[in-house]
């Protein structure tokens, strides 16, 4: 079986600084994985996706993140926070099993102080 | 651009009612979901269609069914609305996986309904 695990709830970060949003994942088989983001009173929408080609994926706004397999990681990053970056954002694993069954982590929400 | 539309941004139904969400989708989309949304439970899959007529259960079908007579068109319905029916619901829809092109393609999401049910 297949689940997500987002190892914060909540993170804040100063405009202009980094940001780092935590994700495990455990899978039987490699993984797709993705970010989504929802702004307040909106729907998700898809940040970046890994597909087992390079490990490194870039996404929108200035978004990336790193697949680590030994560490069965994908933690999302951005090297400078701008107010536009709160929302929450879910982490989400595509069984190989299962086309159509993905599993969301719990979310973390992304609070940007001035 | 993909457009999912809910019919309705916010709902209030009394226990005991039969309640429809409606969604739909302009742009072609064999897929279609409904997911519900708790806060620090994520998004779980209620239902989802892979194409016109077909629907298969999720991982909380209980309580809920669904609609999808035509390809545009997912509706979702609370058949007798329970107050731990209260929760956002999102719906969305993604291409079909039939070919190598299509494999991982993006999920996309209505605004969500926001259902209170007293």
């Known amino acids: 079986a297949q689940s997500v695990t987002q190892l914060d709830s909540h993170v804040s970060v100063s405009e202009g600084t980094p940001v780092l949003l935590r994700c495990n994942y455990s899978?039987?088989?490699?993984?797709?994985l993705f970010w989504y983001v929802q702004h307040p009173n909106k729907g998700l929408q898809l940040l970046l996706k890994?597909?087992?080609?390079?490990?490194l994926v870039k996404g929108i706004n200035g978004f990336e993140a790193e697949f680590k397999k030994s560490e069965t990681s994908f933690h999302l990053t951005k090297p400078s926070a701008h107010m536009s970056d709160a929302a929450e954002y879910f982490c989400v694993v595509r069984p190989y099993s299962n086309d159509y069954k993905l599993s969301f982590g719990a979310g973390t929400t992304v609070t940007v102080r001035a | 651009d993909v457009k999912v539309t809910q019919s309705s941004r916010y709902l209030v139904k009394r226990t005991g009612e039969k309640v429809f969400l409606e969604c739909v989708q302009d742009m072609d989309h064999e897929n279609m979901f409904w997911y519900r949304q708790d806060p620090g439970l994520g998004l779980r899959l209620i239902y989802f269609?892979?194409?016109?007529?077909?629907?298969e259960k999720g991982d909380i079908p209980e309580g809920y069914s669904v609609s999808r007579e035509k390809k545009e068109r997912f509706s979702l319905i609370l058949e007798s609305a329970s107050t731990n029916q209260t929760s956002m619901y999102l719906c969305?829809?993604?291409?079909?996986?039939?070919?190598?092109?299509?494999?991982?393609?993006?999920?996309?999401f209505g605004n969500g309904t926001r259902l209170t049910v007293t």
């Open positions: 890994y597909t087992s080609a390079a490990t």
């Open positions: 969305a829809s993604r291409v079909g996986q039939g070919t190598p092109s299509s494999y991982n393609s993006p999920l996309h």
């Open positions: 899978s039987s088989y490699s993984p797709s």
């Open positions: 269609s892979y194409d016109v007529k077909m629907k």
